[in-house]
């Protein structure tokens, strides 16, 4: 008998976590995410930056960024620029290239920006692959999908993030984030937004 309580407790206990542990992360992590946007540029898959080496015109040059994050300059090979800030990527590049020209001074600038690519999937009037040349908002990335669908479920919309940590979820609810009490985040590249 005793055995018997014991495992409907332990039962009770592993269905109580279960059901407590949601397989998201907190939403206040989007609110730190859009504090650092501020920031400044963040490189990502498709931008073409110049790289200027300053008194050396045969580093210097437009670069594009590849699908692994990377690009290539002379002397240092591949660099990796995906979700680094440029100020970053300058420091980067210098400090590989102080091996060969030991006060190296770099400045990157963006040429052309890749448009954000994010997806829409599930009850939307027009699921799909989108695009967008500027920022776009978790709202208006919705607005280009022309609303959700009937029976869509408004108060728990999924977005779904790839990270260098592994994939990330947040769940939101429509109406708290027009309502402004739940954050409307700025869509990164290949963020998709799913609703049931």
């Known amino acids: 008998m005793r055995r018997i309580t014991l495992f409907i407790a332990a ?3 592993c269905f109580t976590l279960g059901c407590a542990a949601k397989n998201t ?40 960024i590849r699908e692994d994050g990377r690009f290539t300059m002379s002397l240092i090979n591949d660099v990796v620029a ?26 990157t600038t963006v040429l052309q920006a890749a448009p954000t690519r994010y997806y829409l999937s599930g009850k ?8 967008s040349a500027n920022n776009i908002t978790l709202l208006q990335a919705i607005a ?19 990270t260098a940590q ?9 109406n708290l984030v027009v309502e402004g009490s739940e954050p409307n985040p700025k869509l990164k590249d290949g963020d998709v937004i799913a609703v049931k």
Do not use: C, H
């Open 124 to 131: 939307f009037f027009k699921p799909g692959e989108f695009r």
């Open 144 to 162: 280009t999908g022309g609303g959700f669908a009937p029976f869509a479920d408004e108060s728990s919309v999924i977005l779904i993030r790839r």
């Open 25 to 64: 992360s907190p939403i206040e992590e989007l609110l730190d995410d859009q504090a650092g946007a501020t920031a400044g540029y963040v490189a990502k898959v498709g931008d073409v930056l110049m790289v200027k080496v300053w008194g050396e015109p045969r580093l210097s040059g437009e670069v594009f």
């Open 11 to 13: 039962a009770l206990l």
């Open 166 to 174: 592994g994939e990330l979820r947040y769940e939101l609810d429509y």
């Open 82 to 107: 995906i979700d680094k800030s440029l100020e970053q990527i300058n420091n980067d590049v210098s400090t590989r290239l102080q091996e060969f020209i030991p006060s190296v001074s770099v400045t």
